[in-house]
């Protein structure tokens, strides 16, 4: 069981691991740095097969606070580690924080991330989704083409998967949510 507690020191955040069955925390995750004052590490935590994501929507990336990150955890030798970081492809928006990290869902055949403060098409907090492979490569960068500010596309993101109980399915869906 994996705990964000992301208002922890300072917003900066941890993440515990609890053993259910030995009722006790058998690991903690510090908030990996970004240099900000606030990171919200543990704010959104979601798995899927052996892989572990666990978002700081506040995370500092390119001098701006709240611009998000979003990191990858595998478990190796019985810890569990980082593996990589996700950031936005092309980030770095100076006048106002994107909030990447801010949703967060995955499937066999990748990764989607919220970001529904980004500006898009020049549109204050327009908001975007990001598709990643899963193995963290940028693969689309999608907003809901409406050119509408304050949507704030990628507020909510859920996937789907193709299954043997819908084998006429043509694979995995995503549905990103707007303010």
Known sequence: LWIGTPDLNNAVGQVSIYDITAGSIVQTLAAPSSGGPVEQFGEIITAFANTVIVSAPAARLNQTDGEGAVHLYGQFAGLWQRTST?????????????????????????????????????HPTQGRAYRFSSQGAPMAIVDSGRGAAFDRFGSAIAMSQKSSVFPNSRGDHAIVGAF
Do not use: E
């Open 86 to 122: 996700l950031q936005p492809p092309g980030a770095g928006n100076t006048a106002r924080a994107d909030a990447f990290g801010y949703s967060v869902a995955m499937s066999t055949n990748g990764i989607f991330v919220g970001a529904p403060y980004s500006d898009a098409a020049g």
